[in-house]
T-cell receptor, first 110, second 116 residues
Framework: LAKTTQPISMDSYEGQEVNITCSHN???????ITWYQQFPSQGPRFIIQ???TKVTNEVASLFIPADRKSSTLSLPRVSLSDTAVYYC???????????FGKGTKLSVIP | NAGVMQNPRHLVRRRGQEARLRCSPM?????VYWYRQLPEEGLKFMVY????????ESGMPKERFSAEFPKEGPSILRIQQVVRGDSAAYFC??????????????FGPGTRLTVL
């Protein structure tokens, strides 16, 4: 499983766009990039998954450059309720053994 | 459709006792996964089960830990003779048959085990 590197923490004010970048230099050809969100005292929740270029859903956007060695999760206009830990995962399609690093702790400030 | 259910939410055991953690997957889901999370750490995969079968237990300690997913009833993660190092949050996740190409698992709220 490809190793990922992401910032330990980030702060943002309400209403701002937040971009969290994840590095995965040894990503394999058949690997997908998946992001999860975890609130305190809860289990992680799937946010978005992509393979290349850009993916957007109702919650976030995921930008993946052509070399796929990094990816950026973009959260538009964050609110206090977006305060959570965000995990970047790299794994083959349909993989069941998800590997979570320490994630990025996002704190949204009023 | 109820989500993944785990009970108890909190469990306190003394060293040497047994801990039994239960997980009911989402309706229609036949794949169950258990993860362990230490404080300030990410989740670590322990075991993957389907009904009456252990598919992959490579992340589970070989001693004192066992897991099952019987034909009827919830999945059980059992820890015998608990030690202080077993104190952690244990999360169960489930996914539907086939899993597809999306690495999406549905997680329960976790059981927080404290060993005194």
């Amino acid at each position: 499983l490809a190793k990922t590197t992401q910032p330990i923490s980030m702060d943002s004010y309400e209403g701002q766009e937040v971009n969290i970048t994840c590095s995965h230099n040894n990503i394999a050809t058949n690997d997908y990039i998946t992001w999860y969100q975890q609130f305190p005292s809860q289990g992680p929740r799937f946010i978005i998954q992509g393979y290349k270029t850009k993916v957007t859903n109702e919650v976030a956007s995921l930008f993946i450059p052509a070399d796929r060695k990094s990816s950026t999760l973009s959260l538009p206009r964050v609110s206090l309720s977006d305060t959570a830990v965000y995990y970047c995962l790299v794994a083959g399609a349909g993989s069941y053994q998800l590997t979570f690093g320490k994630g990025t702790k996002l704190s949204v400030i009023p | 459709n109820a989500g993944v259910m785990q009970n108890p939410r909190h469990l306190v055991r003394r060293r040497g006792q047994e801990a039994r953690l239960r997980c009911s997957p989402m309706k229609g889901h036949s794949h169950v996964y258990w993860y362990r999370q230490l404080p300030e750490e990410g989740l670590k995969f322990m075991v993957y089960l389907q009904k009456e079968n252990i598919i992959d237990e490579s992340g589970m300690p070989k001693e004192r830990f066992s897991a099952e997913f019987p034909k009827e009833g919830p999945s059980i993660l059992r820890i015998q003779q608990v030690v202080r190092g077993d104190s952690a949050a244990y999360f169960c996740a489930s996914s539907p048959p086939g899993r597809g190409t999306q690495n999406e698992q549905f997680f329960g709220p976790g059981t927080r085990l404290t060993v005194l």
